[in-house]
């Protein structure tokens, strides 16, 4: 066969090859392959472990086939390959190209009724801190001196605009829920479609991935209707003695109020077309907890069980495994990394932990709440066996679906994931391994926490495209790379913009200020033309498009910049997002590698209706991009615009007719420059 020849042969996971694309058990799927329109003899599908099926040619232009099977479905996993032949030669073509012999990762893969929300393809995520965002509500602020953390007692910061602290996870800045419902109609201008907010259950720390209670919204982000009790003196660590803290976190009234917001948050936002993801804790709780209390806060209230932590014989008892030891107040629980803070809970040993943290899932997706979806956290990590944890996962994701069938279940989870998603766990994954690992390792040389700097990963195409499309080598099905959560930056890593100045270091070593030097705006310019054009949910970590800087954490989590905003950033933000909404192709449609050497990269986005190219150079040098849009859906002759250009000098929105002669195109790109050409077909 010709390089043409070759080079025409197509398929993927898009709607465009696979119809209906979240096909139903037991009905029939069509499955497309493209061809050159001469030189191909006929096309087989080859499904495994059934038959092979002759494809039918059903379309044609002037440079391509389209040839198409229809299957019967059942309602187990379908798995296929294709066979192209020319008078000649017989080539197989796989998920990963064309290939000399089929093996595991080769295989197409779809499960019939493993259905994704479709508001979430595409969908643009903002992600908030809820404690560094907006102050609405001081009345709620968590005093200085109110409990006891990890050594030392609560601070609240009282200036806005101070730098986070190392080991600061005691000390609060006052965001809260009204500060969010304030800033809805800044997120709605923006661009935002989805809201991913950090935990918001009662806990003692600015984080909150420590829960004391999950059936209710920390009142200290939520509202206090009812205060009362005292400080801690300076001296004193014992939170038994924290009455001002048990009051604000226990009384009924303070929490129902705060559970009330957040519902209205939820109704907000929704009325402005936003969805709203929460964060769910549920591999280990906090010490706080109602059900360990080894703080002894639940201890001094009326008729509240005692906790595991109090006495041996608590209804919480087999929430969590002890090693021994004696009670009252016994410490040998078992911790998640040995952190006494996180109490590992012992699932296995206890089917009212189970129902009630299903109960969990259900209630917060349900009625008067509405939220949209969880975010798990640590969510491989549940459970003390494989076994146990897929179990878990399946009957979670039936309770939240029964519950309310369009709720997104999104984890947190590192590696092949594959395992998780096949129809009956997680409906997707925070896309750390496949979009923000490559690409900062491609435009930084950095690690995602600032750890290293890797200069033969630095303008590295090959491992660049290698690890981006890791997950479309492997096991794992079609609907949930569309959705994936794909971040440059959040609350556990370094700020993108901060690994542009291949800082190698932490605030504990380098000190806040250096996250800010000698950042490249150009280079992060490069990295949200990459998010917006790239297949699944762009996630801007909040400030990310306000210009924030940081280490890993806590500089990581500054306060909201309010009125000290990088504004020509958040314009670039803006335009981005409208561009990723404006063209259909960058929400759904097929991506192709369409140049690749050192530093500089072509990759397209296309579908029936048009064709965007997305040319990054990440060298300190202009270059020529030269590469054939014919293969990604265009004419053999046509006019392309240039819809934007970012640079060392800002960005550029201007139209610029680009042309296609012969099927190809060449363009002259700058150092440190990110170009977006479309044309509709």
Not at 359 to 376: C, M, N, Q, T, Y
Not at 388 to 411: G, M, S, T
Request: charged share 25%.
């Amino acid at each position: 066969m010709t390089d043409f020849e070759i080079n025409a042969i197509f398929s993927d996971y898009t709607s465009d090859y696979i119809k209906p694309w979240q096909p139903a058990p037991f009905s029939q799927l069509t499955i497309l392959l493209r061809t050159a329109k001469t030189g191909v003899d006929h096309c087989t599908l080859s499904v495994r472990g059934a038959r092979e099926y002759e494809m039918i040619r059903v379309a044609e232009n002037d440079s391509f086939a389209w040839h198409s099977a229809v299957v019967e479905l059942d309602d187990r996993k379908i798995s296929w390959v294709f066979n192209v032949y020319t008078d000649t030669e017989h080539l197989l073509y796989t998920r990963r190209g064309i290939e000399g012999k089929i093996e595991e990762p080769s295989w197409w893969n779809l499960v019939p009724g493993f259905c994704v929300p479709k508001w979430m393809v595409g969908a643009v995520m903002y992600q908030i801190y809820v404690d560094r965002f907006s102050n609405g509500d001081e009345s709620n602020d968590v005093q200085t001196d109110e409990y006891n953390y990890i050594g030392n007692h609560s601070v609240k910061v009282e200036d806005w605009n101070r730098l986070p602290q190392a080991d600061d996870v005691r000390e609060f800045y006052g965001g809260d829920i009204q500060g969010v419902i304030n800033k809805l109609d800044y997120l709605s201008d923006l661009g935002v479609d989805v809201i991913y907010l950090n935990p918001l259950f009662v806990s003692p720390s600015n984080h909150k991935y420590d829960s004391q209670d999950y059936g209710h919204i920390d009142p200290h982000i939520g509202r206090i209707v009812n205060d009362g009790g005292k400080l801690l003196s300076p001296d004193d660590h014992d939170n038994s003695h924290a009455s001002r803290y048990a009051v604000r976190t226990t009384d009924a009234g303070n929490l129902t109020a705060s559970d009330e917001l957040f519902a209205l948050l939820v109704k907000e936002a929704h009325r402005r077309g936003i969805k709203v993801i929460i964060d769910g804790v549920f591999n280990h709780c906090g010490s706080f907890n109602k059900w360990l209390d080894r703080e002894r806060i639940y201890e001094q209230i009326d008729g509240e069980p005692k906790g595991a932590y109090v006495a041996e014989d608590s209804p919480y008892h087999d929430y969590f495994q002890f090693k021994g030891g004696k009670w009252p107040y016994n410490g040998t629980y078992d911790a998640w990394w040995g952190h006494d803070t996180l109490p590992k809970l012992n699932y296995e040993n206890s089917r009212a932990l189970t129902d009630y943290v299903l109960d969990i899932g259900r209630k917060w997706v349900s009625a008067p709440f509405h939220a949209d979806g969880w975010r798990l956290d640590v969510a491989s990590d549940l459970g003390h066996s494989p076994e146990f944890n897929h179990h878990f996962w399946q009957e979670f994701r039936k309770a939240v679906k029964e519950a309310n069938p369009d709720a997104v279940i999104l984890a947190e989870n590192y590696g092949d994931s594959s395992a998780w998603l096949q129809g009956n766990e997680w409906d997707t994954i925070m896309n750390y391994d496949a979009f923000m690992e490559p690409i900062t390792w491609f435009l930084t040389g950095m690690e995602k926490h600032s750890d290293d700097f890797r200069r033969d990963l630095l303008n590295n195409t090959d491992q660049f495209w290698k690890r981006m499309t890791y997950y479309w080598n492997g096991a794992m099905n079609s609907a949930p790379m569309f959705i994936s959560m794909n971040e440059l930056s959040n609350h556990d890593h370094s700020r993108f913009l901060t690994r542009t100045n291949h800082k190698v270091g932490r605030i504990e070593t380098l000190g806040p200020l250096a996250a800010e030097e000698n950042v490249d705006m150009a280079v992060f310019r490069e990295a949200i033309v990459m998010q917006m054009t790239w297949p699944g949910a762009p996630t801007v970590y909040y400030g990310d498009e306000a210009g924030l800087c940081g280490f890993t954490d806590p500089d990581n989590r500054r306060t909201y910049p309010w009125g000290r905003e990088n504004e020509d950033l958040i314009k670039f933000h803006k335009e981005m997002i409208r561009i990723h909404k404006k063209d259909r192709c960058l929400i759904a449609g097929s991506v192709r590698l369409m140049e690749s050497k050192p530093g500089c990269i072509c990759y397209a986005r296309f579908d029936e209706m048009e064709t965007v190219l997305v040319i990054i150079n990440n060298n300190a040098f202009d270059v020529i991009s030269r590469t054939e849009p014919v293969f990604a859906g265009t004419a053999v002759n046509c006019d392309m615009t240039r819809i934007m250009m970012s640079d060392r000098t800002g960005y550029n929105t201007d139209p610029v007719i680009i042309k296609v002669e012969n099927g190809k195109m060449e363009v002259k790109v700058s150092s440190e420059s990110a170009t977006i050409i479309r044309c509709y077909h």
